[in-house]
């Protein structure tokens, strides 16, 4: 008798190649420090097709509504998912930050380098940049809050043109989607090497000092992380969508294992809208636009990071911190997350604004700066596991998706 061999997945493929590449990092961390080309090569060819992929997806997604008033109902829905999910990520973050203190003991002398105090930007100022001056240079350029704004005015275009026209354009913006998922699934068959070689070079480069003098920074971003995947994305799932929270996690594990592994909000939406549509069974015509929009300006890790880094940086130059304190360090954590890139350490940008617009010593930043990858790895992940969990949420407010009923969700 003839035993068949199960196939190994692609997320198992992706989790044997992290440890693989951890073990060969701390045994031989030069040589580990040596395969960065090769994880930046994947990287970099992962993301040549993101672009296009998201801008048709957009595009496709509203175009193919009923109304524009499909796409205002689903998209407000959206947005005030967003807002209240950051806003109780920095909360989270800033409260576990004030219970575990993790600046308490840190002076500044074990600063690494000197950075710049920069100003912030004027409320037109931001808006401005969110506006493409040329779209195809927002698209040279990666500039995904300009090109998702093009994308909506094309697709919402679309709607007001109807009749025979919006057909044709609707169905070619579907199959330029398809054609670009098909080139970077083509690539994410490389993900297992690409990926061994990115955490070599980590382990390499860091060695045993991750788990030094920052301990306790550590502990407190993971924890907050951790209860915000808990309180918030399965609270959602259980007692709004009325699902098994456990099956949820179960079925996003390509995702969270992908951006965890990437820390690329970015390069990880392909997987996203795979998974959203094909395992879990929700509508492209909610997906094609959350996914893409919620990995540009839903960024619950990042705000966990900026409630914890507040209180980091009070914490190190001995500042009282009050309960008011915590909302402004919220407040302020949930603005900055809409200009956050979804690349990795894009984050450094706005902590410099954060902890600047407060009188804090940018130094406590750029502590961080060096061991940031390791944290960014369960940031990236939070974020896009919320981002699935919004999606899901408003697919079920708008009654396109019943997950007692799909066949999706059964398997």
């Known amino acids: 008798m003839v035993l068949s061999k199960k196939k190994i997945g692609l997320a198992n493929k992706i989790f044997i190649g992290m440890v693989i590449g951890l073990a060969i990092g701390f045994i031989f961390p030069e040589f580990g420090i040596s395969l960065n080309p090769i994880g930046m090569l994947f990287m970099k060819l992962l993301k040549m097709a993101v672009v296009p992929l998201i801008f048709a997806n957009v595009v496709y997604g509203i175009g193919q509504m009923d109304d524009a008033r499909h796409f205002g109902k689903a998209g407000s829905k959206l947005m005030i998912y967003y807002m209240l999910s950051t806003f109780i990520a920095a909360m989270i973050g ?24 920069k100003t912030m930007s004027g409320f037109w100022d931001t808006l401005s940049s969110f506006v493409p001056g040329n779209i195809f240079s927002a698209m040279s350029d990666g500039a995904l809050p300009q090109v998702i704004l093009f994308a909506i005015f094309t697709g919402i275009a679309i709607l007001l043109i109807g009749g025979e026209t919006k057909t044709r354009l609707t169905g070619a913006f579907k199959d330029i989607s398809t054609l670009m998922l098909k080139v970077i699934m083509m690539v994410m068959e490389l993900a297992p090497y690409g990926i061994a070689a990115l955490m070599a070079w980590t382990a390499g480069k ?10 306790r920074f550590f502990t407190s971003v993971y924890i907050a992380l951790i209860l915000q995947v808990i309180i918030v994305y399965l609270g959602v799932i259980f007692l709004f969508v009325r699902l098994n929270p456990l099956t949820f996690l179960k079925k996003v594990k390509p995702v969270w294992l992908t951006a965890f592994t990437l820390c690329s909000s970015a390069a990880t939406i392909p997987v996203s809208l795979r998974v959203t549509e094909e395992d879990l069974g929700l509508p492209t015509s909610i997906t094609s636009f959350s996914i893409p929009l919620g990995a540009t300006m839903n960024m619950d890790g990042n705000a966990i990071w900026f409630g914890i880094m507040g209180v980091f940086a009070s914490q190190i130059v001995g500042l009282d911190i009050t309960f008011i304190t915590i909302l402004q360090f919220s407040l302020m954590g949930l603005i900055l997350t ?5 690349i990795p350490g894009g984050i450094f940008v706005s902590t410099t604004i954060f902890l600047a617009s407060f009188g804090l010593p ?15 790895m369960g940031i990236t992940a939070t974020n896009m596991v919320g981002d699935i969990a919004g999606s899901t949420l408003v697919s079920k ?15």
Do not use: Y
């Not at 203190?101 to 074990?110: A, E, V, Y």
């Not at 860091?206 to 301990?215: E, K, R, S, V």
């Not at 940018?362 to 960014?376: K, Q, V, W």
């Open 338 to 342: 809409l200009g956050s890139p979804g």
């Open 397 to 411: 407010m708008e009654n396109l998706f019943d997950g007692k009923t799909s066949k999706h969700w059964q398997k």
């Open 206 to 215: 860091f060695g045993m000092d991750i788990f030094g003098p920052f301990a």
């Open 362 to 376: 940018i130094e406590a930043g750029a502590m961080m700066i060096g061991l940031f990858r390791i944290l960014d």
């Open 94 to 117: 800033a409260f576990i930050g004030k219970l575990f203190k993790p600046g308490i003991g840190i002076t500044l002398d074990t600063a690494v380098e000197d950075t710049t105090v």
